[in-house]
């Protein structure tokens, strides 16, 4: 099946497109006054991931408005722990909670590798869904939470500032936390397989977390585990690559480690300045990124200005993602959105080739 | 004055020593008993800052337990704030409140320059109080906040985890937004002109926030301002260098600029790997950390294995300070923080040239 617009697929494989692309990380979300109006008749978050038509109708929201560049999937990083079993509950207020969450070694050994058509198929209906909804128009981006980052919401019990209990863990009980991974990126990689068999265009791994190790425990605990997961994905599905992403958020000071993994493309949160990453990474991988999400509480010609100095950081040639450097937050006017992505479209075009 | 134990300020300035210093961020807190007890006399967190005997008492409490080659002045980086009339009240398990914001440019032209030996006047006192109490022991670290780290208190009314309220302003208001760092920029500067007046060896600039910021963002409106200050400071008192560091938590990606500012030494949090942070800063200057303050959380053997990594990876040669990433949290063992202190005096001889 060929994508209409395949501008994103190309630009993850860093092959000639006419402009930027650009998509927004939790495209599909609370700023979006329909999104609420559909959570609000799902009655809450977790009921809103589970059940496929209206995961994929979130999904399409943003795309009705914005001329938007992919779709990515409506779902959380918690599904894998929810169904390990740990008894994950949403409140999109304060944040995630399981309710059973990992206190000793002993418990990593009653994980499993949860099975993506069994427990999990509400996400793979939803992604056949999605995929049937939007024919060849768009491509899909599915997604999975990293080893580390879902780790750290299984250790903690929920989010944390300084993770300490999941920190302790690592330190400590470095075996037990070596297996823990290790089921994880199992579980993550058929996740990540099943999404692609049932018909994502390209796959993203979020390690939310991994910026809060050290150098050398980001090496140990995440990277390692996120690389695992990228030598395990189908080079290609019905002929056609299928882009990999790897997003660190806080990842700016490991980002050639990080680009020599083996995925296409590396997320850089905002933190980064995209010149110097792109001299970094060289031409090892594509990149997405970076604008601070914040800069969408301001005005529409502040908004341009920093779309403006973003493109001319990357500057001419192809291997550019736009995109946010971490999720768009609920406080951010559409309008704003539709802003930035419009500037996007306006002023890219210039760095590519055929202009 | 000459100090007896001057191994912390011949680092800081990459003169050779005998074994790398060491200190704790935050090494007078409430992971010390101690400290606990004198802030219940106290009676709270603010009377402790503006009380010099009291905030005398709790910087050498550090001092009795470990053998530690720093005394930091105990303070707090919103006493300017405070002196500015913003209206400052800490709950120590909240964090901070300033009961008037700054919320509009117009409440930036009310702000002057607080008289160090007028409203701050206490510090100085408690400056004063420390010098005499250690006498020529040990070297006296005194400290301000970053006018960017400030001004995002300001302008939130406290502490924030994404600084929308800071961020916007500064994007939407930039003309105010310099103004304000401009007039907090000169405060800082004459505060800490005045604590080396009084008495301090060595003066820490802290830019907690600063890693919230774009690339671009940081150098407009924190590091150009944190420039300035170093650029105002007396380079000696009584023919010694008072050596300057300036820490940013989150500057990982930035290195070589900090460390292009005048300043003496760079702190690092333990997100930079200390060997290739080495590598980038050259001998321009020395460098400040790095362990992750949550290893002390593990067992002491952990925390020697990591603490060799460190200096390790720092490898021979003058010009490193050993401190943790960030401030010690109060749920540290105090006999955990003296297992690292130990490690440092044990291993590190052998790094150095005498030996």
């Known amino acids: 099946m060929k994508i209409d617009n395949d501008c ?3 630009a993850l494989l860093r092959q000639p497109v006419v402009r930027t692309p650009v998509w927004l990380m939790r495209q599909a979300g609370r700023y979006l006054p329909e999104y609420r109006a559909t959570r609000a008749r799902a009655g809450d978050f977790l009921t ?4 496929p038509e209206l995961a994929c109708e979130v999904t399409l929201q943003p795309l ?4 938007l560049d992919a779709a990515i999937l409506f779902s959380d990083i918690l599904t894998i722990p929810d169904a390990m079993g740990l008894g994950l509950s949403i409140d999109e207020g304060i944040g995630p909670r399981l309710a059973r969450p990992i206190v000793a070694p002993g418990d990593v050994d009653r994980l499993g590798v949860p099975d993506p058509e069994g427990e999990l198929r509400y996400v793979m209906d939803a992604v056949r869904a999605i995929r049937s909804a939007l024919g060849t128009r768009l491509p899909l981006i599915g997604f999975a939470g990293s080893p580390w980052t879902l780790a750290c919401y299984m250790l903690e019990g929920g989010g944390s500032r300084e993770f300490h209990r999941a920190k302790r863990f690592v330190y400590d009980e470095p075996r037990a936390a070596h297996r823990l991974l290790e089921v994880l990126a199992r579980a993550v990689g058929v996740y990540l397989r099943a999404q ?11 390690d939310t977390w991994g910026g809060a190790l050290s150098a050398r425990a980001y090496r140990e605990f995440s990277l390692a585990y996120m690389e695992r997961i990228i030598a395990t994905l189908p080079r290609e599905r019905d002929g056609r690559r299928i882009p990999s992403i790897v997003f660190t958020k806080g990842g700016g000071p490991w980002l050639e480690a990080i680009a020599s993994i083996g995925c296409d493309a590396v997320g850089i949160d905002w933190t980064q300045a995209i010149d110097d ?5 060289g031409s090892r991988v594509a990149l997405q990124g970076n604008l601070d999400p914040a800069v969408l509480l301001a005005a529409p010609a ?3 200005t920093e779309v403006a100095a973003i493109l001319a950081d990357f500057g001419h040639g192809d291997g550019h993602v736009f995109n946010l450097g971490h999720g768009i937050t609920p406080q951010v006017d559409p309008s704003h959105a539709g802003a930035m992505i419009e500037a996007v479209h306006r002023l890219s075009p210039a760095y590519h080739r055929s202009h």
């Open 277 to 281: 990453a792109r001299r970094r990474v």
């Open 64 to 67: 009705a408005r914005f001329p």
């Open 196 to 206: 692609i068999a049932a018909g994502v265009d390209a796959v993203m791994v979020f």
């Open 48 to 51: 809103l991931c589970k059940t």
């Open 8 to 10: 994103l697929l190309r």
């Open 302 to 304: 502040r908004i341009e």
